[in-house]
T-cell receptor, first 112, second 109 residues
Framework: DGGITQSPKYLFRKEGQNVTLSCEQN?????MYWYRQDPGQGLRLIYY???????QKGDIAEGYSVSREKKESFPLTVTSAQKNPTAFYLC???????????FGQGTRLTVV | GQSLEQPSEVTAVEGAIVQINCTYQ??????LSWYQQHDGGAPTFLSY????GLEETGRFSSFLSRSDSYGYLLLQELQMKDSASYFC??????????FGKGTRLSVIA
């Protein structure tokens, strides 16, 4: 079955550590996105990539980094520079155009 | 810039009809979409409107007025499982979707 997979579902890290969230899709979509969601809030864009080996900053990119070495994969690293990293992280992909985005099940990151 | 406004919370009775409004301001506009998200889950696509008018998909309908920069999601014959957050999102073309802050719908018996 085609879809978008995020792992792990829950992640705990100590403050000051970098952590990488995985996102893989087998939908053959060119575009991939990372969003952050805080309680009672909407989805805020962290980074996006419209083609392999290229990515763009979103609205809240500070403290995060990404790579897009393969079409299927778009990992997100939460660095120690991110001041408030505890949140629900959602990865999405879409075909050409924005008519429909497909989301992974999310990773809930807790930094203690 | 781009901004979307939608009510933060709506409560409705099982079996009733509820309308969730969304107004937007954007420099470019291709379409308005709606997503549903249950607590702890992933947003799932409900509808996309590129043209003015009402589009119906089962119990859910979505409306768009481009001249008013306004749309709404209409849910009929509400069921308890419809309790979720609903997000409108603007498609401005080559840039990623911009989402509203979401409307939390509570369906009560």
């Amino acid at each position: 079955d085609g879809g978008i997979t995020q792992s792990p579902k829950y992640l705990f890290r100590k403050e000051g550590q970098n952590v990488t969230l995985s996102c893989e899709q087998n939908l053959n979509h060119d575009a991939m996105y990372w969003y952050r969601q805080d309680p009672g809030q909407g989805l805020r864009l962290i980074y996006y990539s419209q083609i392999v080996n290229d990515f763009q900053k979103g609205d809240i990119a500070e403290g995060y980094s990404v790579s897009r070495e393969k079409k299927e994969s778009f990992p997100l690293t939460v660095t120690s520079a991110q001041k408030n990293p505890t949140a629900f992280y959602l990865c999405a992909s879409s075909p050409a155009g924005n008519t429909e985005a497909f989301f992974g099940q999310g990773t809930r990151l807790t930094v203690v | 810039g781009q901004s979307l406004e939608q009510p933060s919370e709506v409560t409705a009775v099982e079996g009733a009809i509820v309308q969730i409004n969304c107004t937007y301001q954007t420099s470019g506009f291709y379409g308005l979409s709606w997503y549903q998200q249950h607590d702890g889950g992933a947003p799932t696509f409900l509808s996309y409107n590129a043209l003015d008018g009402l589009e119906e998909t089962g119990r859910f309908s979505s409306f768009l007025s481009r001249s008013d920069s306004y749309g709404y999601l209409l849910l009929q014959e509400l069921q308890m499982k419809d309790s979720a957050s609903y997000f409108c999102a603007v498609d401005s073309g080559n840039t990623p979707l911009v989402f509203g802050k979401g409307t939390r719908l509570s369906v009560i018996a």
